[in-house]
């Protein structure tokens, strides 16, 4: 047995969760010390009885992560444990995370800026125009983006496909195991996500059969994954709407299209934003400016750099604040700077693009 096997074995038990994985754990050692020890020990130890400390359940789901440790290795596979420095750290605010991710392809799950966008199956040129616009705007104004959603068909597969238009690493979030991809129509966009810096992501063994109730439970990490969550349409009920009541109850910015009111699709997005769920936007100057996030400089703007000021050079600013064109005999006399000093300061201050020099040896403030 590895300690992978373990690992998986361990995060596979039944209603486990951080808070419970790490009590067990602190009184019992380590997850091999828990799969080894009795039934008797593992009682005394947490002072209950539960199924999960039963012989015969620890044996069934170790044999099981036997498999998927074979799987794993055979299929280029990188499990990330909860107690790995990799673990994204936006999930470990969250109660309901799970222990370990399976996860094939390399992306920086713990981006500056992560970004959930979601939405009906059944887009609609407007949401579709939004999403990408959305999406193309984003990466030209801010770096380190990762654009999360959940390879599903209408906007899930849109904010996919403009992410990889626009060089933004792209995370998937799939209801299954890494043995498929669903829907199968999405295998190719898949391989480019991989591809391109991105990821596909899940908490579900290639084991673990595929059943309705595991894309409602995949919301949550769609949710806690990122800093806000984008709603671009739904409709009255929907998986987007569940996934933005989550992304809320974990304190995370919500934002929603706002549409017209005969709209099918726009009109989930409308109740979020009238019940205060999520905030309205429309934009992506809208989103950044909610977020507090810091753009980074465009074409032909002028980038403001930190420069490093001495004492004498700060003396030289000052006066050139106020005595606009000097000539460097008066900032001699003014500063009472011996003449080759001031000559090498001025240099230096040239280079650094605090000052212009002008014909007849005159100075003023860059």
Request: with cysteine; glycine share 6%; proline share 3%.
């Amino acid at each position: 047995m590895t300690q992978l096997t373990y690992q998986i074995a361990f995060a596979s038990l039944r209603g486990i969760t951080r808070t419970l994985a790490n009590e067990i754990l602190s009184r019992i050692g380590d997850e091999n010390a828990f799969f080894n020890a009795t039934e008797q020990q593992l009682e005394s130890l947490m002072g209950f009885k539960n199924k999960i400390l039963t012989q015969s359940y620890r044996k069934e789901i170790l044999e099981k992560a036997k498999k998927e440790t074979e799987f794993i290795a055979n299929n280029n596979v990188q499990p990330i444990y909860y107690t790995d420095k990799e673990f994204p750290y936006r999930l470990t605010e969250c109660d309901d995370a799970p222990l370990i991710l399976y996860t094939v392809g390399k992306c920086d799950l713990n981006s500056s800026h992560i970004i959930s966008i979601v939405g009906t199956r059944h887009a609609t040129p407007y949401g579709i125009d939004f999403t990408t616009r959305l999406i193309e705007d984003l990466s030209k104004s801010i770096d380190n983006i990762v654009i999360v959603s959940g390879l599903a068909y209408g906007i899930d597969i849109v904010a996919h496909n403009a992410s990889l238009r626009n060089n933004i690493p792209t995370v998937a979030v799939l209801a299954h195991g890494l043995n498929t991809i669903y829907p199968a129509a999405h295998r190719n966009i898949a391989v480019e996500i991989v591809r391109n810096n991105g990821m596909l992501i899940t908490d579900y063994r290639s084991i673990d059969a595929i059943h309705k109730g595991n894309f409602v439970a995949r919301n949550r990490i769609v949710a806690s994954l990122c800093d806000c969550l984008v709603v671009a349409e739904s409709a009255q009920k929907g998986g987007a709407l569940i996934t933005a009541g989550i992304a809320s109850s974990y304190n995370r910015d919500v934002f929603a299209l706002p549409g017209r009111s005969s709209d099918k699709y726009s009109s989930g997005c409308n109740r979020l934003i009238a019940s205060n769920v999520a905030a309205l936007i429309e934009s992506a100057d809208d989103l950044i400016a909610a977020m507090r996030w810091s753009t980074k400089p465009q074409e032909g703007e002028q980038q403001i750099l930190t420069i490093d000021i001495s004492e004498e050079e700060q003396a030289v600013i000052d006066y050139l604040a106020t005595h606009d064109d000097t000539q460097i005999n008066q900032l001699c006399v003014a500063l009472n700077y011996p003449i080759a000093r001031l000559m090498g300061l001025l240099i230096d201050m040239e280079f650094k693009g605090l000052i212009l020099t002008y014909p007849g040896g005159r100075y003023r403030l860059a």
